[in-house]
């Protein structure tokens, strides 16, 4: 594929006015929120503002999110963030989220990988991205490790939730093609 963020299975996209329903049922689900160390809902007005700042810089605001659409059927079935962009030292934290359960284990996570790694180092030219996966999460972990991503650390006892405390594994990419 000559398009960067695009896979046989996806293609990644900007966020659009039209997904505030969507990001509103995603942000205001209980049930992931400890994956995404949210505690609070989000108000329409809230993922309004968030949409329309996706259009500022992104060394401003220091994120990016797109929609995972599956190329199939043109579905947005999750969504893909780069976080803490920091250019001076050239790296980004990255999480990812496909929503529904009929949805995962389809392969739409890892073509939104793959896109994001690509986009993040040859279009950004970061030197490093980096995630933090809840170690009772095997199907993430075992996604960035099948991407090259090595785990550099365990942080014990690192996420409350209503289960107890979660131990929590960060993991590193460093671009294998320096700039």
């Known amino acids: 594929m000559d398009n960067v963020l695009e896979t046989d299975l996806i293609r990644l996209r900007a966020l659009e006015p039209e997904d505030i329903d969507t ?5 205001n689900d209980t049930r992931i929120w400890k994956m995404s160390n949210t505690v609070a809902p989000f108000s329409r007005y809230t993922l309004r503002r968030f ?4 259009g500022c810089d992104i060394y ?3 994120q990016l999110r797109m ?3 599956a190329r199939r059927d043109g579905r947005a079935v ?3 963030d780069l976080f803490d962009i920091d250019p001076t030292n050239r790296r980004a934290g990255v999480g990812i989220l496909v929503y529904e359960d009929r949805d995962q284990g389809q392969g739409y996570a890892s073509g939104a ?13 970061l030197n490093q991205l980096y995630c933090n996966v809840l170690s009772s999460n095997m199907r993430s972990l075992n996604l ?9 650390g365990l942080k014990v006892e690192w ?3 209503t289960d107890g405390w979660l131990d929590e594994y960060m993991l590193q990419l460093i671009n294998p093609v320096k700039m």
């Open 23 to 27: 990001l509103y049922k995603w942000e």
């Open 51 to 54: 949409i329309e700042n996706q």
């Open 60 to 62: 401003e605001t220091k």
């Open 67 to 69: 929609v995972i659409v």
């Open 78 to 80: 999750g969504a893909i």
């Open 113 to 125: 990988l793959t896109a994001m790694i690509r986009y993040a180092f040859q279009v950004l030219g």
């Open 144 to 152: 960035f490790k099948s991407k090259g991503f090595k785990t550099v």
């Open 159 to 161: 996420v409350r939730s």
